[in-house]
């Protein structure tokens, strides 16, 4: 599995299909497993495919400024 350290920084790349996500404003955790309600994301659902328009569902930051949690 790839890893990637640091913030996202839009590199879809970069990410693995399981890369829980955090944002640096609010630190909420986007898990590709649960999806996301608010945006009506399935579940299942990997960082990289949310959609351009996509932001935060608690503070509204882009995506772009999300960081990738690195998991032992």
Known sequence: MKTF???YAGDDARLPDDAHMECKICWHVYDPAEGDDYWQI????PFSQL???W???ECDGAKA???VILED
């Open 51 to 53: 959609p351009d328009h």
């Open 65 to 67: 400024q999300f960081m």
């Open 42 to 45: 399935p579940p299942g659902t």
């Open 5 to 7: 350290e640091g913030s």
């Open 55 to 57: 932001r935060c569902p």
